[in-house]
């Protein structure tokens, strides 16, 4: 029993490591003074000052667009990529090639669609960037919803098949509805993963309207204010909220599965 206490120390600690920072950022985005790391006393008034700042809703109107975009574009196309790695294609190289964007480097998946964008000779700017979440989502849509079809019952498809119906119809009355929780949930982390990307958006951008995290690197090279602890706790809030939703949906339609 001692032993298995002592085993609960490094868990904690690696909780507390992980998590206090993001607790005292929170905590100081309601300080009533100007400086960002001396807690002066309670007050609301940084999220109000967010609120009239036009770089911060430009660039969150910027970011919603592409995300949404990119969030649409990279559901549809991870989907049809997961069911065809699982039911039609059997190879671990296409399986590698696939995922591939999910474990390069940010810069390095950056850079190639710079060259690439450059190469084609399309101008930069919103769309090169939804375009660009959009590759880098796809492959995590992809292993959310690959995820779901191992659970999912072939036999019905194959029912569906023996009765007549075509791979279309099959898809859509059949395999869409098993995947649907795993596409919810692919949907909302790609989404999550769009609101709050740099390095792709700072190379794609070009000269348009900077997306949000640009706009918060511009403002925190000049020093970290109590306005900026207040926008990086809106995100928090956001990407926070959208996970648990995730969850939970993900949780309803397993539910409504097995009934």
Known sequence: MRRSKLLHIPFWATIVFLYLPIAVLVAMSFNSGESAYTFEGFSLKWYGALAGDERV?????????VALGSTAIATVLGTLLAVGLARHT??????????????LPDLVLAIGLLMLFLT?????????????HAVFSMAFVAAVVRTRLTGADTSLEE???????????????VTLPQLTPGIIAGAL???????????????????????????????????????????????????????????????????????
């Open 57 to 65: 809703l430009n660039g969150l109107v910027n970011t919603l667009i």
């Open 90 to 103: 059997r190879s671990r190289i296409l399986d590698a090639v696939a995922l591939m964007p999910a474990v």
């Open 120 to 132: 084609l000779r399309q101008t930069l700017g919103i769309h090169s960037v939804i375009l660009s």
């Open 159 to 173: 029912a569906s098949r023996d009765l007549g119906a075509g791979p279309l119809t099959t898809f859509m009355k």
């Open 189 to 259: 982390l790609a989404f999550t993963l769009s609101l709050d990307e740099f390095v792709i958006a700072f190379f794609t951008i070009g000269n348009a309207d900077p997306t949000l995290p640009i706009v918060i690197y511009s403002m925190i090279r000049f020093g970290v204010t109590p306005e900026i602890n207040a926008l990086a706790s809106i995100l928090l809030l956001v990407s926070f909220t959208a996970v648990i939703a995730g969850q939970r949906l993900t949780k309803i339609g397993e539910a409504r599965a097995q009934d």
